[in-house]
């Protein structure tokens, strides 16, 4: 991160008129609430803002304020661009437009290490999740921190850290989560909204995807397929949170799952335990993430992907 990176970036928002907000592809909480934070910041500040996702926003945070007003159109005429929790500038998926994108400054804030800073100017930095980032940058710029800003940024701030369990749950990260329950953020609540929302056809889903999970040295590890996504009528986002089951059985220490994505791809998430790092396998196979959560998406047939990834990961796991 350049020092002046800040500077720069309140001086465009501050002469900025419109700005467009846009997150990551199947968004998380932290994409959402991190855009949905921001903009009720910047809406103090007079700005018209709008915030932008490819796909839609899974239920389980259709509580947050503002959520009804996610659009999944790219830039129009706005003054600035903020791109919001994406690592690379192909997170943002089909809202990428390479004209507009090259009329307005781009502001890219995150939290990736693997970040490749494609923004004009770039806020990159070492946090738990990038509402962490953006908690401050507004107290910077003045805003107030209403209870709706603090419950948006509180749940990213959880989902990003697994419920505050994971290695990137620093002393700072609790911090802001107590100065947003301060602000008037019920975590409880929060917790209960996100976290207790499955649909009842999810657990007959998790019984498909975990029966056929296997136990490769410290990699637990399963897939899913098309034909099983159909057959249990599952959305995308209900098959979140098999992945991270697979990486806490005592066993693992690595968890992965493979997905056809319906897109003539194979989507690979990866989790892992404390001191593990996953991002640099999916870095090497054109991916990115964080050292416990990292994934990438290959062309191919599964069972080719399957072990390639694999392989790859076993190499990996014995140099660590
Ligand atoms: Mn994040």
Redesign the pocket.
């Known amino acids: 991160m350049k020092a002046n990176s800040i500077d720069q970036i309140e001086m465009l928002i501050r002469n900025a008129g419109s700005v467009w907000i846009g997150c990551h592809i199947f968004p ?1 909480g ?2 959402i609430g ?1 855009t949905l934070g921001l903009m009720w910041g910047l809406r103090q500040l007079g700005k018209k803002c709008v915030p932008a996702c490819q796909d839609p926003v899974p239920s389980q945070f259709s509580f947050l304020s503002g959520v009804l007003e996610f659009t999944a159109r790219a830039p129009g005429d706005e003054d600035l661009i903020i791109v919001l ?1 994406c690592g690379s500038l192909d997170r943002i998926g089909s809202l990428y437009d390479p004209t507009r994108f090259e009329r307005s400054p781009v502001i890219n804030i ?3 290490i693997t970040n490749t800073s494609f923004g004009d100017v770039n806020l990159v930095q070492d946090k738990s ?3 962490e980032i953006v908690y401050a940058f507004l107290l910077r710029l003045g805003a107030e921190i209403t209870k709706d800003i603090a419950t948006c940024l509180l749940s ?1 701030l959880s ?2 850290t697994r419920s505050f369990r994971t290695s990137n749950t620093t002393v700072d990260t609790l911090r802001v989560a107590t100065a947003l329950m301060e602000a008037g953020a019920d975590l409880a609540e929060i917790s209960h909204q996100i976290y207790d929302h499955m649909p009842f056809s999810t657990a007959g889903f998790f019984g498909r995807a975990l029966g056929v999970a296997k136990l490769r040295g410290r990699i637990a590890w399963t897939e899913i397929t098309k034909a099983m996504m159909r057959e249990m009528n599952v959305a995308q986002a209900g098959a979140r949170g098999v992945v991270s089951f697979l990486a806490s059985t005592r066993e693992a220490d690595v968890g992965i799952v493979f997905r056809e994505n319906g897109h003539g791809k194979i989507d690979v998430e990866m989790r892992s335990v404390p001191g593990v790092d996953v991002s640099q396998v999916a870095l090497s196979f054109g991916g990115g993430g ?1 050292p416990q959560a990292a994934g990438c998406s290959l062309p191919g047939e599964i069972k080719e992907i399957e072990e390639r990834v694999l392989a790859a990961m076993e190499e990996s796991l014995g140099k660590q």
Do not use: P
């Open positions: 998380d932290d994409a991190s929790d995150d939290h990736h999740a990038t509402v990213g989902t990003d964080h």
